[in-house]
């Protein structure tokens, strides 16, 4: 479990370092960048290690056949995560899409992972999109959405995101956490 806390603290702290102090990372440049890279792949690397490492530790019971709701939010924040990238009509909508799908990709799993590992991965990542939600509204104040792309690019999204849904959770029923079986309880 130390690894895994480790990590967290690596990745969200090289995340939220630009936000809480942009002077300095101003100051720091391009080298900077490649510091704080290395950083979140060094905290992504131990999160990985310690989270595979860390002991079953039960602290609820997820509700019988929640899993079909973590489908649901999974796909939806697969949705999400690709809109900022397409930039179609849905990015116009949501001023922060991939840090609410990274909420809704926490929340699902955490409907369906009881264990204390899970809710400090999901739990800590849910958490700090959050706030970096509440860091970014504060400091940029009332959004202008951006003028809409071009619908195709929803179309495509959802195409896209129907796809790597298929590659994900193919994935985790190769690793043993089938998530059509109705919870990974």
Not at 99 to 110: E, G, R, V
């Amino acid at each position: 479990m130390v690894l895994l806390t480790i990590g967290l603290l690596l990745f969200i702290a090289a995340h939220l370092f630009g936000r809480l102090a942009p002077g300095l990372r101003a100051r720091m440049g391009d080298p900077g960048k490649g510091l704080l890279t290395l950083v979140m792949l060094a905290g992504l690397a131990l999160i990985v290690i310690g989270f595979r490492s860390a002991p079953l530790l039960p602290l609820y019971q997820p509700l019988p056949h929640v899993g079909y709701l973590n489908n649901l939010l999974m796909l939806l924040a697969l949705v999400l995560f690709g809109a900022s990238v397409l930039k179609g009509v849905l990015w116009t909508r949501i001023r922060h899409p991939q840090f609410l799908a990274t909420i809704l990709w926490a929340t699902a799993h955490l409907l369906v992972n009881g264990d204390l590992a899970s809710v400090l991965l999901f739990g800590s990542l849910g958490l700090w999109s959050l706030g970096s939600i509440l860091l970014i509204n504060a400091r940029e104040g009332r959004w202008s959405p951006p003028p809409p792309g071009p619908l195709r690019r929803d179309l495509a999204l959802v195409g896209i995101a129907v796809t790597l849904y298929g590659a994900i959770t193919s994935t985790h029923i190769w690793l043993g956490h089938n998530p059509f079986l109705g919870s990974f309880g």
